[in-house]
C-alpha cells in the first residue's frame, strides 16, 4: 500500500513526556478489549471526582452559538474556540472550569448538530491534553466518531487512549484505519508501545519523501525513538542527518526548527552517559535549552546523589500541557534522563525540559 507522508514540524502533532515501554520503563498493565471499554464507558458517564468544587464560570460575553468559522479578529472574551485557546489551554488554573464550560455547551447545544459536535471535540480533546484522562478522552472520541469519520490525529490520539489504558490489541487495529499515511505521531506511539522496529520503518517512509521538511521530520522522529529506547548512536546518527538539511522553500521556518531540536537533542544524548549522580555535589543547578518560544530554564537540586526536584523556572510557551509538571516528576521517579519520552502535543517542551536537566547536572559533575 502507497505510504501518504504527513509531517508536522512544528511538535504539536508529535510526542509528550510519560516513561514509555522502553528499557527500564513499565508499559501499562494489560487489559483485554471489553475491559478497556468498561472503563471507557464507566469514566465517560461518571462526573471527575473534582466536579462539585468547580463552579460553572465563563465570560458572559461569549457568543455560546459557537460558529465554527468566528468572523472579525481574535477575541477571546467573544469567540469561544478562541476562548479555550488563550484563556482555558493556557492557565492550569483554569482547566478545570473549561472542563465545566464545555459540558455545560453539551446540553445548551443538545439539539444544534454543529456546535454540539464541537463540544464533544473540545473535551476529548481536553481530557487528553489537560489530564491525560485517557479514558474520558477516548469516551469523547468515541461520540465523535458516532458522528463523523474521525480526523487522521484523532484516530492516532484514541489509539494513544487504548493503549495508556492497557490494549495494545486495540490500539494497533485503530491505527490500522490510518495506515495509508504515515506522520511522526504514528512513529512516538509505535515506540512507546514498545516496538522500535515499526517506528523506524514508519519513519523510512518520511525520510525517504521527495519533500526536505519529510525528510528532517522522519530523521528526529527516528532519533527520538532510538533515544528513548537508549540506542543512542543511531540516534545521533538521525540528529546529525537533520543538521544537515538546508533550510529551504516553503517550510524553511519549520526546518529550522527541527535543526534546533536535533541539535538540542544530540547535545543532551552525549551527555547522558557522563551523568554520574554520585559525583554530583548536593545544590541547587541551574541551565537553559530552548523550548518553542523561547528559553526554557530548570532548576535541578540534587541531595545525597539522587534528584530530588526538577522546576522549570522560567519559560515561554503557553500550549505546554501537562509537560512542565509531569516532565519533571518523570525525571525524579527515574532517576535519570534515559528513557524519558515526550508529553503528547506538548513535544518541544518536554524535549526542553529533559536537555536543560541534562545540562544542568553535568555542569555540577565534580
Avoid at 101 to 107: D, K, P, V
Avoid at 315 to 337: G, M
Wanted: net charge positive; hydrophobic share 40%; aromatic share 8%.
Amino acid at each position: 500500500m502507497a505510504q501518504r507522508v504527513m509531517a508536522c514540524l512544528w511538535g504539536c502533532a508529535g510526542l509528550a513526556l510519560v516513561a514509555a515501554s522502553a528499557p527500564g520503563a513499565s508499559a501499562p498493565a494489560a487489559r483485554t478489549k471489553a475491559e478497556v471499554q468498561a472503563i471507557i464507558q464507566k469514566a465517560g458517564t461518571t462526573p471527575p471526582e473534582w466536579w462539585d468544587t468547580v463552579p460553572l464560570d465563563y465570560p458572559k460575553t461569549l457568543d455560546l452559538s459557537w460558529p465554527e468559522k468566528p468572523q472579525g479578529q481574535w477575541n477571546q472574551q467573544r469567540n469561544v474556540g478562541q476562548y479555550l485557546w488563550s484563556v482555558i489551554n493556557e492557565n492550569p488554573g483554569h482547566w478545570r472550569g473549561g472542563i465545566r464550560f464545555l459540558h455545560f455547551l453539551l446540553t445548551h447545544h443538545k439539539d444544534t448538530p454543529g456546535p454540539l459536535g464541537r463540544a464533544m471535540e473540545a473535551l476529548a480533546g481536553s481530557y487528553f491534553n489537560l489530564f491525560q484522562d485517557h479514558a474520558r478522552a477516548a469516551f469523547w472520541w468515541q461520540k465523535v466518531a458516532q458522528r463523523r469519520e474521525l480526523h487522521f490525529f484523532e484516530q492516532i490520539r484514541l489509539a494513544e487512549c487504548y493503549w495508556r489504558l492497557g490494549s495494545k490489541e486495540t490500539a494497533v487495529a485503530e491505527l490500522k484505519k490510518v495506515d495509508e499515511y504515515v506522520s511522526a505521531s504514528q512513529v512516538k506511539l509505535w515506540s512507546d508501545m514498545g516496538d522500535l522496529d515499526k517506528a523506524l520503518k514508519l519513519a523510512g517512509y518520511l525520510i525517504t519523501d521527495d519533500e526536505p521538511s519529510s525528510v528532517a521530520d522522519g530523521h528526529l522522529a527516528a532519533g527520538d525513538a532510538c533515544r528513548v529506547h537508549g540506542q543512542f548512536q543511531q540516534a545521533l546518527t538521525h540528529y546529525g542527518k537533520v543538521m544537515a538539511i538546508q533550510p529551504v522553500g516553503k517550510w524553511k521556518g519549520g526546518i529550522e526548527r527541527c535543526r534546533k531540536r536535533a541539535q538540542a537533542n544530540a547535545e543532551a544524548v552525549k551527555l547522558y552517559d557522563a551523568l554520574d549522580l554520585k559525583r554530583i555535589p548536593d545544590g541547587t543547578y541551574t541551565a537553559r535549552s530552548d523550548a518553542y518560544a523561547g528559553p526554557l530554564q530548570v532548576a535541578v537540586t540534587v541531595k545525597a546523589g539522587r534528584i530530588e526536584a526538577v522546576k522549570v523556572t522560567q519559560h515561554q510557551d503557553k500550549q505546554y500541557y501537562t509537560s512542565i509538571v509531569e516532565t519533571p516528576r518523570r525525571i525524579v521517579e527515574a532517576q535519570s534522563l534515559k528513557g524519558i519520552d515526550a508529553v503528547t502535543c506538548a513535544t518541544i517542551t518536554c524535549e526542553a525540559i529533559v536537555n536543560a536537566t541534562a545540562k544542568a547536572l553535568a555542569g555540577a559533575v565534580k
